[in-house]
C-alpha cells in the first residue's frame, strides 16, 4: 500500500508537471515520465493496486490534458495512446523477465531502453497518424516529438523508479539521513546556479557534483539526483529563460539540448552507480568467501590435530604393551636354554612385531604427508654408500626367498651429495621391500646412475624385479593410498601407504617417481632426483667397542614392565644400572649420583618426563649434566621436540629395538647435556 501511495503520488505530480510546464510548439510534453511510473507499478503492484493506479492514471490524465487546454477528443487520444503503452511496456517485462526487471548491472542498463524505445515509437506512429488526420496536426513534427517524449520517459524514470523501489540498492549504501539531505541539496542547489539566466555557470558543472551523489549513495542517489536535474532544468529551459540550452536557436532545438542533456547525465551517473556496486557486491562477496574459507580453514585444522591427537595417542597405546612384546622376546633370544622350535617360534614373535611397528611408522608418516608436515634435513651424503648399505639391510630377506639381489652403481664423478639420507634410504627400503614381497622367484636388481650437471647432478634409482608385473589399467592406482597391493593383485601385507609415502617424499625433494611393468614378467619402479654436490665431511669417530661399554646408568620408567626390560637390556650390555618408578624418585636419586646417561620415560603420574628433565638440568654440576635421553611411545616429531626442548639429547621410541638402544646409549655416554644446537 505504501509503494501504491508513492507510485500515484509521483504518477500526479508528473502528469501535471509535464502538461504545465514541458509542452513544445505543437502541444506535445518535452519529457513524459507518468507512463513509466504506470508501467512500473504495473510490474511490481498486485492486481487489485494495478486497478487502482490504472484508475489513478486515467482520471488524473484527464484532468491534466483538459486544465491546459486540450479538447475532450485528444484528452481521449492522449490518455488512450499512454495507457496502450504503458500495457505494452508491462507485457515486454513480463515477457522477457518474467517480473520486475532489476537494474542492478550495466546489461541490464542498457537493455531495458533497447526494450521499450521501440514501443515507444509505435506509439508515436499511432499518435502522430491520429493527430494528423482528423485534428491536422503536422505528421513528422508530431511523431518526433511524441517519440522522444515518451522514449526519454521510459528510458530514464522507468529504471530510475525501478532502481528506488528495489531493496538491494536501499541497502547497498548505509549513508546517514544528514549526508543524503546536504548531497541532494547541493545537487538542487548547483542545477538551479547553472539553469539561471543570470548566473553565467555551465550546465556541464551539474555532472560532477551529481557524480559525487552516485559515488556516495549508489544507483538509489544516482536517480534521485538525475530527477532532481531534470525536475529544476526542464521548466527553466522550455520557458526560454535560460539561453544556455539553445533558446537562442529556437524551441526546437531547445527542446531536443534539454532532452539530450538529461538522457546523458542519467545514464552517466548511473552507469557509475553501478560500477561502483557492482565492485561493491564483489568486494563483500570475496570478504564473506575469506571468511568462509577462515572458518574452513580453522575447521580443517582442528580436525588435523583432532587426527594428530587421536593417532599420537593410539601410537602410544600400540607401542607401550608392543614394548613388552618385543622386549621380553629380544630377552628370551639372548638365552642359551632354548629348544630349536622354541627359539624359531620367538623369532617370529619379534618378526611380527617389527611388521606392527613398520605398519605405525608408516601411519604415522602418512598423517604427516597429509598435513604437510614433512622436513627434509639434507647433510652431505655418499649416494653409493647409502645405497650399498641400504641393499645390505635388504639383503637376508631376499635370500630367504631364494632370490638373487645384485646392485649396479654407474657413478663416474664419486662425489658427495646434499640430501636427506634417512628419507632417501626411507624410500630405497620401501621398494626393495615391494619387490621382494611381489617376487617368489628370479632377482631384483638395484641400478644407481649419476651423471653429473653444471651445478646439480642427476641421481636415478631403479629396483628392477622379475615378479608378478602390473597391468597397465591398473598402473594408476600405484602411488596411492592403501592402492598398491590391490593393483598388484595380492592381499594386502602393510598397510599399503608405502608408495604413497614414497610419492610424497620424492617430490618434497623436488624429483619424479614413476613405474614401467609388464603383467608375468615383472616390474622396475624408479624415481629421479637432483643434488648438489658438497664438500665431503670427516669421518666420525668410531664407537667405542662393545667391551667398553661401562658406566653407571639411571632408567626411569613407571611401568614396571618396561622398567624391567630396559634395565635388562642394560645390564647385558655390561652397564651399572640404577632403577626409577618415578620422576620424583628419579630427581632424588639423580640428586646424589652422578650418572653418565639417563634414560626417561615421558608419561608418568604427579610429574612427567618434561618436567623431570628440567628439575634435573637445574642441578648443579656434575649431577644436572648428564646426558638425558627419552625412551617413550610418543613418537610424533612434535612430541620429539618437545623433548629436545626440555633438554634432552636424544629419543628412542618404543617398542626398543636393541641395537638403537645400544648405539644412542654408546653415542651418549659421558658426553655432558643439554643436547648441542
Known amino acids: 500500500m505504501t509503494l501504491l501511495r508513492g507510485l ?36 511490481v503492484l498486485t492486481p487489485r493496486l494495478r486497478l487502482t493506479l490504472a484508475g489513478v492514471f486515467v482520471i488524473f490524465h484527464m484532468a491534466a490534458a483538459l486544465l491546459v487546454g486540450d479538447s475532450l477528443s485528444r484528452a481521449l487520444l492522449y490518455v488512450t495512446v499512454d495507457t496502450l503503452e504503458a500495457l505494452a511496456v508491462w507485457w515486454a517485462c513480463v515477457r522477457f523477465w518474467g517480473r520486475a526487471p532489476r537494474v542492478r548491472t550495466m546489461r541490464m542498463l542498457a537493455v531495458l531502453p533497447a526494450v521499450t524505445t521501440p514501443i515507444a515509437a509505435i506509439s508515436a ?31 530514464v524514470v522507468l529504471p530510475a523508479t525501478l532502481v528506488l523501489i528495489d531493496s538491494q540498492h536501499s541497502r547497498a549504501y548505509r549513508v546517514s539521513l544528514a549526508e543524503q539531505g546536504v548531497l541532494l541539496f547541493a545537487v538542487a542547489a548547483v542545477t538551479l546556479l547553472c539553469a539561471h539566466p543570470l548566473s553565467g555557470a555551465p550546465p556541464f558543472l551539474i555532472f560532477p557534483i551529481a557524480l559525487v551523489a552516485a559515488y556516495r549513495l549508489g544507483a538509489r542517489g544516482a536517480a534521485m539526483a538525475c530527477l532532481i536535474v531534470a525536475l529544476i532544468t526542464l521548466p527553466i529551459a522550455m520557458s526560454g529563460a535560460s539561453p544556455r540550452f539553445n533558446a537562442i536557436l529556437g524551441p526546437t532545438a531547445q527542446a531536443r539540448t534539454i532532452q539530450i542533456f538529461i538522457a546523458v547525465i542519467f545514464y552517466t551517473c548511473m552507469a557509475a552507480s553501478l560500477v561502483l556496486a557492482q565492485q561493491e557486491r564483489l568486494k563483500r562477496l570475496l570478504q564473506r568467501r575469506e571468511q568462509l574459507t577462515r572458518v574452513a580453514r580453522a575447521r580443517a585444522l582442528a ?59 608408516d601411519i604415522l608418516d602418512f598423517s604427516r604427508v597429509e598435513a604437510g608436515q614433512i622436513e627434509l634435513q639434507p647433510q652431505p651424503t655418499v649416494t653409493e654408500a647409502l645405497v650399498r648399505e ?30 636427506d639420507p634417512d628419507r632417501l634410504r626411507q624410500i630405497l627400503i620401501n621398494l626393495l621391500n615391494n619387490a621382494v614381497r611381489f617376487t617368489d622367484q628370479g632377482r631384483i636388481d638395484v641400478r644407481l646412475v649419476i651423471d653429473p650437471g653444471a651445478a646439480e647432478d642427476r641421481l636415478r634409482l631403479e629396483v628392477i624385479d622379475t615378479g608378478v608385473g602390473i597391468a597397465l589399467e591398473k598402473q594408476a592406482l600405484l602411488f596411492q593410498r592403501a592402492s598398491a597391493d590391490v593393483a598388484l593383485g595380492r592381499m594386502p601385507a602393510g598397510t599399503g601407504l608405502g608408495l604413497a609415502i614414497c610419492r610424497a617424499l620424492v617430490d618434497a625433494m623436488g624429483g619424479k617417481i614413476g613405474v614401467v611393468s609388464v603383467p608375468g614378467r615383472g616390474s622396475c619402479f624408479w624415481f629421479e632426483l637432483s643434488a648438489r654436490p658438497v664438500e665431503p665431511t670427516a669421518s666420525p669417530d668410531p664407537l667405542p667397542a662393545k667391551e667398553a661399554a661401562v658406566g653407571r646408568i639411571l632408567v626411569v620408567d613407571d611401568h614396571p614392565i618396561n622398567l624391567e626390560i630396559a634395565a635388562t637390556l642394560m645390564s647385558m650390555a655390561g652397564y651399572d644400572v640404577d632403577q626409577a618408578e618415578s620422576a620424583s624418585q628419579a630427581i632424588g636419586r639423580a640428586r646424589k649420583t652422578a650418572y653418565d ?3 626417561m620415560d615421558m608419561h608418568m603420574p604427579e610429574m612427567d618426563g618434561l618436567e623431570a628433565t628440567r628439575a634435573i638440568r637445574a642441578l648443579p654440576a656434575p649431577f644436572g649434566t648428564a646426558p638425558i635421553i627419552a625412551m617413550s611411545a610418543d613418537a610424533l616429531p612434535t612430541q620429539v621436540e618437545r623433548c629436545y626442548a626440555a633438554g634432552m639429547v636424544d629419543h628412542i621410541p618404543k617398542p626398543v629395538q636393541r641395537e638403537t638402544l645400544y648405539a644412542k646409549v654408546e653415542r651418549w655416554r659421558r658426553k655432558p647435556g643439554p643436547r648441542p644446537a
Open 597 to 599: 646417561l639417563i634414560l
Open 390 to 419: 641400504t641393499v645390505a639391510i635388504m639383503a637376508p630377506e631376499a635370500r630367504a626367498k631364494g632370490l638373487d639381489l645384485a646392485l649396479d652403481i654407474v657413478d663416474s664423478s664419486h662425489k658427495t651429495h646434499d640430501l
Open 8 to 43: 500515484s503520488v509521483a504518477l500526479v505530480g508528473g502528469l501535471f508537471f509535464s502538461e504545465v510546464l514541458t509542452r513544445t510548439q505543437v502541444d506535445i510534453a518535452t519529457f513524459w515520465p507518468a507512463n513509466a511510473l504506470f508501467a512500473a507499478g504495473l510490474v
Open 125 to 155: 506512429t499511432l499518435c502522430a497518424l491520429v493527430l494528423s488526420m482528423f485534428f491536422g496536426a503536422p505528421l513528422l513534427a508530431t511523431w518526433i516529438d511524441w517519440l522522444l517524449r515518451g522514449a526519454l520517459g521510459l528510458a
Open 303 to 361: 580436525a588435523t590435530e583432532a587426527k594428530t591427537e587421536f593417532l599420537a595417542t593410539m601410537s602410544h597405546e600400540i607401542r607401550t604393551p608392543l614394548n613388552s612384546v618385543l622386549g621380553f622376546a629380544q630377552l628370551l633370544a639372548q638365552r642359551d636354554d632354548l629348544s630349536p622350535d622354541a627359539r624359531r617360534q620367538v623369532n617370529l614373535i619379534d618378526s611380527a612385531g617389527a611388521a606392527l611397528v613398520t605398519v605405525l611408522d
